[in-house]
């Protein structure tokens, strides 16, 4: 099974402000098939990020994923209020296929 | 407009059975797979099972082979999951997921259901 640890587990941080996120994977993540989500308190997550780097549909551009192998990245360049959620990396190269344990974005 | 809308949740006793429905619109359902996807109570989200678009392969979690059966209806536009001989640490929000893929088999979550809770106990 692949284990995927996220951190910082939280991150505290201004409006305006450029947040990195790390999610980093037991081993080779198969063919980069990693993902990312949000997810706000008493909803659904969100799907952001696919294929490492490949932004969902009407995800807004200051949302970008990078990474490869066993180390991925989730960047929000410019934090907008709406941002303040908890953030999942998901990998879907081998089963079973597994989450992170999340990373909460918190207004400072 | 993708439209995941989940029934069926509620409260069980341990052993008990229950099964949870997800019908979905606004896409051609027999052309994608579908997931359930749990979370429980203040903690992170967890893959439970996966069915192709067909419904031919499916796939599970070992926490909950043997217990739960995914299943779906293409003629209803309806995904299915039997759960049985829950316990309580199925006790969960558990997600309808919609996968953007037919066959599921590097399945990610491109759309989801509003979630519906079980709560397992006596």
């Known amino acids: 099974e692949v284990v995927l640890t996220q951190s910082p587990g939280t991150l505290s941080l201004s409006p305006g402000g450029r947040a990195t996120l790390s999610c980093r994977a037991s081993q080779s993540v198969t063919s980069n098939f990693l993902a990312w989500y949000q997810q706000k308190p008493g909803q659904a997550p969100r799907l952001l990020i696919y294929g490492a780097s490949n932004r969902a549909t009407v995800i807004p551009d200051r949302f970008s994923g990078s990474g490869s192998g066993t180390d991925f990245t989730l960047t929000i360049s410019r934090l907008e209020p709406e941002d303040f959620a908890v953030y999942y990396c998901?990998?879907?190269?081998?089963?079973?296929?597994?989450f992170g344990q999340g990373t909460k974005v918190e207004i400072k | 407009e993708v439209q995941l809308v989940q029934s069926g949740g509620g409260l069980v006793q341990p052993g008990g059975s229950l099964r949870l429905s997800c019908a979905a619109s606004g896409f051609t359902f027999s052309n994608y797979a579908t997931s359930w996807v749990r979370q429980a109570p203040g903690k992170g989200l967890e893959w439970v099972s996966t069915?192709?678009?067909?419904?031919?392969?499916?796939y599970y979690a070992d926490s909950v082979k043997g217990r739960f059966i995914i299943s779906r209806d293409n003629s209803k536009n309806t995904l299915y999951l039997q759960m049985n001989g829950l316990r309580a640490e199925d006790t969960a929000v558990y997600y309808c997921a919609k996968v953007p893929t037919r066959s599921g088999s590097y399945p990610y979550v491109d759309f989801w259901g509003q979630g519906t809770l079980v709560t397992v106990s006596s």
């Open positions: 998901q990998q879907y190269g081998s089963s079973p296929w597994t």
């Open positions: 069915i192709s678009g067909a419904g031919g392969t499916t």
